[in-house]
Nanobody, 125 residues
Framework: QVQLVESGGGLVQAGGSLRLSCAAS????????MGWFRQAPGKEREFVAA????????FYADSVKGRFTISRDNAKNTVYLQMTSLKPEDTAVYYC??????????????????WGQGTQVTVSS
C-alpha cells in the first residue's frame, strides 16, 4: 500500500512556473513507476507525465512537452513536476499516481493503483 500526498499547487499568471511535489509513504517508493495526471472542470482526467523507477525513463503528453519536467528523488520518496511557461489551459486538479511495482511505466491512468488527493493549479490569463 502506498499513500500519496501532493503539494505545490496554486494560482499563477500565464507564463509563470510552479513545482508540484508528491510525497509517498513506505520504504519501497523506488519500486514504483510514477505518473502525473490532471483533470480540468468538465473534462476527463488526462495523462501529463510519467517516470520510470530509476528516473531514466521520462514520458510526456504532447501538450506539456518542453514546458514540464518530471523527476523523482527516491531517497526522499518524492516525485516532482516542474511546470514552466504555464498557460490558462493548464488549469486543472493535478494528481500523482503510483503503478504497481511489478509493472513498467505506462501512460494509461488505468495502470495506476494508488492516487493522491490532488492539488489545484489555476493559471490566469
Amino acid at each position: 500500500q502506498v499513500q500519496l500526498v501532493e503539494s505545490g499547487g496554486g494560482l499563477v499568471q500565464a507564463g509563470g512556473s510552479l513545482r508540484l511535489s508528491c510525497a509517498a509513504s513506505g520504504r519501497t517508493f523506488s519500486s514504483y513507476p510514477m505518473g502525473w495526471f490532471r483533470q480540468a472542470p468538465g473534462k476527463e482526467r488526462e495523462f501529463v507525465a510519467a517516470i520510470s523507477r530509476s528516473g531514466a525513463g521520462l514520458f510526456y503528453a504532447d501538450s506539456v512537452k518542453g514546458r514540464f519536467t518530471i523527476s523523482r528523488d527516491n531517497a526522499k520518496n518524492t516525485v516532482y513536476l516542474q511546470m514552466t511557461s504555464l498557460k490558462p489551459e493548464d488549469t486543472a486538479v493535478y494528481y500523482c499516481a503510483a503503478r504497481p511495482a511489478t509493472y513498467s511505466v505506462t501512460l494509461s491512468e488505468y495502470g495506476y493503483d494508488y492516487w493522491g488527493q490532488g492539488t489545484q493549479v489555476t493559471v490566469s490569463s
